[in-house]
């Protein structure tokens, strides 16, 4: 059965005893509510490791106060299943206490990647991240650690502090998982209704737009993006934040289509922020 632990020092008393056989260890964070898409990241380094772990938890430092922290959905049970039954090793859950104590007053900031995007609506989430990232880190000192694709904003900030900080840690990135109409797998789709939830397909469509769009030779990245607006603007219960066309590594937004680009929109699905993207070198 699957280790659950709660506590930095015992979380790293394990690691080290997988250290010492000479084991390698993976890492996925998470935030819990797992699906399909995480358990792709656990599988994935379930085939290149010998020892996983999974960290569980809702990082409230993420969160701005008018965001859903409190709401955020939470189920240990099902995820410790899905855990064991995908062959995870050992599931970190702290509460918010074990990782931030009474007086924690350092953040991890970062420039320029976080400006565009999701950064620019959500101006302190980033800093959050990487500062419970590079807690995760220090704690599990994983050989390789596993993010989606979906969050390709955040894998491309990740990749720049293992860069920046010199963590001798591999990132690997995975594709992002569907359900079989093409919305892209999420644990916030749990808040939408039944007519939120078809409405929300017109993220997928407008990604398939912008894909076939440059594949057949499209350059101009704002005609690309005004077909992609229009297209979601159809949609009466779509609310754009942005959609965007930046390179996939700098994150800075491209004029004429070449290299390595991310292509990203997000939007609001009745109340419910959602995201989607795809990256295609030209």
């Known amino acids: 059965m699957i280790l659950i632990e709660n506590t930095v020092k015992k979380v790293r008393e394990t690691v080290k005893e997988w250290k010492s056989q000479g084991l390698t260890v993976g890492l996925v964070p998470t935030m819990g509510y797992l699906h399909e898409g995480h358990q792709s990241l656990i599988k994935k380094a379930v085939n290149e490791n010998d020892r996983v772990v999974v960290s ?5 430092i993420q969160f701005a106060p008018n965001e859903d922290l ?31 104590p009474d007086g924690f007053s350092t953040q991890v900031v970062m420039n320029n990647l976080t400006a565009e995007l999701c950064g620019k609506t959500r101006p302190t989430h980033f800093s959050g991240v990487c500062t419970v990232v590079s807690k995760l880190f220090n704690i599990v000192k994983p050989d390789r650690a596993y993010f989606g694709e979906k969050d390709a904003q955040q894998l491309a900030i990740i990749k720049r502090l293992v860069k920046d900080l010199n963590f001798d840690i591999e990132i690997v990135g995975c594709p992002i998982v569907r359900e079989a109409d093409g919305l892209a797998k999420s644990s916030r789709n749990t808040y939408l209704n039944s007519s939120e939830r078809k409405a929300a397909l017109i993220l997928s469509k407008s990604i398939q737009l912008g894909k076939k769009m ?23 219960l779509a609310k ?26 997000a939007v609001y699905i009745g109340k419910t922020r959602l995201i989607d993207n795809f990256m295609i070198t030209v």
């Open 56 to 60: 569980i938890f809702v990082n409230p």
């Open 70 to 100: 409190e709401t955020y959905p939470r189920d240990l049970e099902k995820d410790s299943l899905l855990c064991n039954s995908t062959g995870a090793d050992l599931i970190f859950h702290p509460q918010p206490e074990e990782m931030y």
């Open 214 to 236: 440059v594949a057949d030779g499209e350059k101009s990245s704002q005609t690309v993006i005004n077909a992609m607006t229009d297209l979601i603007k159809t949609e009466s």
């Open 240 to 265: 754009i934040d942005y959609v965007s066309i930046v390179n996939a590594e700098t994150i800075e937004s491209v004029d004429t289509i070449s290299g390595e680009i991310l292509t990203a929109v």
